[in-house]
């Protein structure tokens, strides 16, 4: 499985949007789920939404759903993030997952291939 690189991140105000991009490099085409997760400061590693990549069936953490939507763009080998109604509390490293193996879409370890990440940063 190829590294997957995402892109999108900023600073935003509260109440704001972004959206995330990932790529599977390397000509790779998407397969199984693959997820998004973020880190921010002195916090764990937490699992945003998650997607299967065949059929589109979506998956989202409690304190995203309503606001973020994952989706796929199975042509261009591009999952997305559309992050909508930011709030501060979602600042930290955005980072891209691949190679789903088990254990649950919104676990870490579910995922053995992960981007660099992209930072989102939120200020009130």
């Known amino acids: 499985q190829a590294q997957p690189v995402e892109s999108g991140g900023g600073s935003v105000q509260a109440g704001g949007s972004l959206r995330l991009s990932c790529v599977a490099s390397g000509g790779t085409s998407l397969s199984g789920c693959m997820g998004w997760f973020r880190q921010g400061p002195g916090e764990e590693r937490e699992g945003v939404a998650a997607?299967?990549?065949?059929?589109?069936?979506?998956f989202y953490g409690d304190s995203v759903r309503g606001r973020f939507t994952i989706s796929r763009d199975n042509a261009k080998n591009t999952i997305y993030l559309q992050m909508n109604s930011l709030k501060p509390e979602d600042t930290g490293m955005y980072y891209c997952?691949?190679?789903?193996?088990?254990?649950?879409?919104?676990?870490?370890?579910?995922?053995?291939?992960w981007g660099q990440g992209t930072q989102v940063t939120v200020s009130s």
């Open positions: 997607i299967h990549t065949t059929n589109g069936f979506d």
């Open positions: 997952a691949a190679g789903y193996r088990g254990n649950g879409v919104l676990s870490g370890s579910g995922y053995n291939t």
